[in-house]
């Protein structure tokens, strides 16, 4: 992650505010990539992109639905967007126009650094049900690059 955060000072309701705000932001951004890649590619990519964006709205749900449970209607203590953007594509980098394999490869990126963030925040709580929960998301972003990586390969 390219900002460095003192998770230490975090409690239970930061981490979930946070990991739904890193899976909305997945959401956002495979939204992007499909749109980028409409028109250029066959339909099957663009439904690639669109599964990754359901997956990600999966991932949201599950950890809204444990906020819920432990803090009710408690108002997040942090904005709607992750401030680090931890799933977010290199904008500037990349520019108005990517190819197929680049979109891939911003995919797999955004996968490595969501999985980063889950594995260093999994540090900071001792709560027993969160550890899990935070142990599982990052279990699917492995799983999540390695889809990404097989689509990368069959372009090769």
């Known amino acids: 992650m390219a900002l460095q955060v003192d998770f230490s000072r975090f409690d239970v309701m930061d981490f979930l505010d946070l ?9 956002d951004h495979y939204h992007q990539l499909a749109s980028w ?3 250029k590619v ?7 992109f ?6 990600e709205a999966k991932h949201a749900e ?11 209607d408690a108002e997040p203590r942090h904005g709607d ?17 990517v190819s197929l394999k680049e979109a891939y490869q ?23 049900s969160i550890l899990q929960l935070l142990e599982g998301l990052r279990l699917a972003e492995i799983e999540h ?12």
């Not at 990991?19 to 959401?27: F, L, Q, R, Y």
């Not at 669109?50 to 997956?55: A, F, G, H, V």
């Not at 967007?81 to 904008?91: F, G, I, L």
Request: no cysteine; net charge negative.
């Open 19 to 27: 990991a739904i705000n890193v899976e909305e932001d997945a959401e």
């Open 37 to 39: 890649m409409d028109g």
């Open 42 to 48: 066959e339909p099957e990519v663009i439904d690639f």
């Open 50 to 55: 669109r599964t990754m964006k359901e997956r």
């Open 62 to 72: 599950q950890i809204r639905k444990v906020r819920q449970r432990r803090f009710g």
């Open 81 to 97: 967007r992750v401030p680090w953007e931890v799933e977010a594509p290199d904008y500037e980098r990349i520019g108005s126009t």
């Open 106 to 128: 911003i995919s797999l990126e955004m996968e490595t650094r969501a999985h980063d963030f889950y594995a260093e925040v999994k540090d900071y709580t001792t709560d027993d």
């Open 145 to 156: 690059q390695r889809y990404v990586q097989e689509r990368l390969a069959k372009l090769e």
